[in-house]
Each structure stands twice: as structure tokens, then as C-alpha cells.
């Protein structure tokens, strides 16, 4: 499976961004879908997540404030952020995870929040 991930950007605070991940390749084997995060210094964390079957996951620290999707019909993940902060700055990362538990990644795409 590949990815790639478009949309990252500078915004000012209180501004919204909407990241894309699409994937191509093997999209069969797709199961969850989802975004990482990694802030200057930092470790990855998780942002949100969203199965196959069931309802997304969201780190708190974004609750409120971001959604995300998925079309399954283009393989495509999207991570709509909203009323954004100076701590969400960090490069975003997408991610599959397959039905055998194997992890995909993208590339990193650049976020910052700053007036």
C-alpha cells in the first residue's frame, strides 16, 4: 500500500485545514485508516483514527475540534481540523493498518499554526 498525503499549510490560529491521504496499491488489505502527528522534539502520537467497522478514535487533545472520514470508494482518508492551535503545529503522518495488523505510512506533510 501507498500513501500520500496532501493539505498541510500555514494558518493562522482559529483557522482550519483539511488533510487528504490517498491510497493506492493493495487497498484490499486496508482496515483502519488514520493520523499521526509529530511535533519539533516530540514523539508521534496519535491524532485520530477511523476502522473499517466502527466509530473513530480521537487523541483528546484534538476532540471537538477535528474530524475525520474516509471514502472507501477512493481509498481516501481525510483529517478536517478546525479552530486550530499554535500546539498543533507538527507534521502529520498517515497511516493504514491492514487486516493483518501491518502498518503503511506516508510522508510527513507540514502543519503550522502561527499569527
Known amino acids: 500500500v501507498q500513501l500520500q498525503a496532501s493539505g498541510g499549510g500555514l494558518v493562522q490560529p482559529g483557522g482550519s485545514l483539511r488533510l487528504s491521504c490517498a491510497a493506492s496499491?493493495?487497498?484490499?488489505?486496508?482496515?483502519?485508516m488514520g493520523w499521526y502527528r509529530q511535533a519539533p522534539g516530540k514523539q508521534r502520537d496519535l491524532v485520530a483514527s477511523?476502522?473499517?467497522?466502527?466509530?473513530?478514535n480521537y487523541s483528546d487533545s484534538v476532540k471537538g475540534r477535528f474530524t475525520i472520514s474516509r471514502d472507501n470508494a477512493e481509498n481516501t482518508v481525510y483529517l478536517q481540523m478546525n479552530s486550530l492551535k499554535p500546539e498543533d503545529t507538527a507534521a502529520y503522518y498517515c497511516?493504514?493498518?491492514?487486516?493483518?495488523?501491518?502498518?503503511?505510512w506516508g510522508q510527513g506533510t507540514l502543519v503550522t499554526v502561527s499569527s
Open positions: 477511523i476502522p473499517g467497522r466502527g466509530s473513530p
Open positions: 496499491g493493495s487497498t484490499f488489505e486496508i482496515n483502519t
Open positions: 497511516f493504514v493498518r491492514s487486516w493483518s495488523f501491518r502498518d503503511y
